[in-house]
């Protein structure tokens, strides 16, 4: 008898100490399955799901929990626990099922590989199965981020409870329902199709696969599966693109107006991915910004227009917010910042400047004191050169 053993290991990295930790027992999903005939005579697959238990140890241990199933997994060539070395419990996500991924069971009937799915062998709610690592599938990257042009590795590794086997692995990637080959290899024939897995690593169980360049394309579904007959096993990877998008003032770090005078303000977050963004701006007191406690909150400005979604021709999107700047004086020396967040980044991005705002009156002076020098100074010329030719008469 076989079942499945997934398992989601999302490790950590530690720094200072070795990271050392064996499980001992693990709580698990066990979704046990009900075959039957419906009304019109078709086969239908009911799924049950019941609390179970993966315990390590040897024939002869008591339960840990004698209320459940118990999975007990005894030493064999394979040790599933070299597998979570360095990772808590809480960690890890366990899940049984009948069909894929492997423990063996041993058993004086039928061959594993002529197991029967209308007759399942039932287990009962505190039975304690004495099972060994027959086939273990690990990944390290079950959700991959990346951004356009990274050259990216998928990782998938697995291994048998004997030497030698004969295997074949294969990589698909799924994109809206459809399936494209992408990798195939059998130990065989010693016959490849496709690229991105190194030949020299399938041997030791290494059948990760690795995207030279990563694009919009890219982003999807990827499998990775091993036939070791009669077990075949796989597990899906989902690769998400997420492009930052790169933000820009039509201002520069300092904007200086007349009072009364209006300017149009712009803040662009360009060729980002996926398509949602959120661009706000506000306005705040700088001198009062880095105060701890009791600062005030920025104001945010309601008066902020949003151009339609821009398609590049890379596929990613650009967006503009932008609002009028009315100049006041009460306003002068206020910062103005535009914030943008997407999900490709961990902290909003921000763009500021500051406001100076210059009362009328001033510059009206100088346009007068002009004017006046511009007047006055031929006049006087005028009246030089009169009076000297009046002193040349005399």
Known sequence: MYFILKI???LYLCAGVQCVHQVSWLPCQFSDEHVFKNEEGHTETQLIHREALLQFGQI????????????????????????????????????LRRITGFLRHPSDTAAPGQQDYNSWTPIGDREMLVTTTAMVMKTLTPSVRAGLGFKQKLHCQFAVDHHGPNFDVDWLLQQRGERTSLFSHSSRSLQSKGSGVLHRSLADGDASYTLPFTKLSS??????????LPLLVSMDIVLQIEEAPKVSLNVGPTLTLLEGGDQRVACEADRYYPLDVEIEWYMQDPAVAGQ?????????????????HKHNDDKTYSLTAFFYLRAALKHSGREFTCRVSHKS??????????????????????????????LCVPCYLYLARRKARQNQLY
Not at 219 to 228: D, F, H, L, Q, R
Not at 296 to 305: A, G
Request: proline share 5%; hydrophobic share 45%.
């Open 8 to 10: 989601l290991s999302f």
């Open 60 to 95: 002869g241990d008591a339960a840990v929990n004698p209320h459940g199933i118990t999975f007990l997994i005894t030493v064999s060539k394979l040790d599933l626990r070299q597998y979570l070395e360095g990772v808590e419990a809480e960690q890890l996500e366990c899940e």
């Open 219 to 228: 982003e999807g579904t990827y499998i990775c599966s091993v036939s070791v």
């Open 292 to 308: 701890r406690v009791g600062a005030p909150l920025p104001e945010k400005l309601q008066n902020v227009l949003l151009s339609s």
């Open 345 to 374: 980044l961990r902290v909003p991005i921000k763009k500021s400047f500051i406001l100076t705002v210059e009362e009328p009156t001033g510059w009206m002076f100088y346009i007068v004191i002009s004017l006046l020098l511009t």
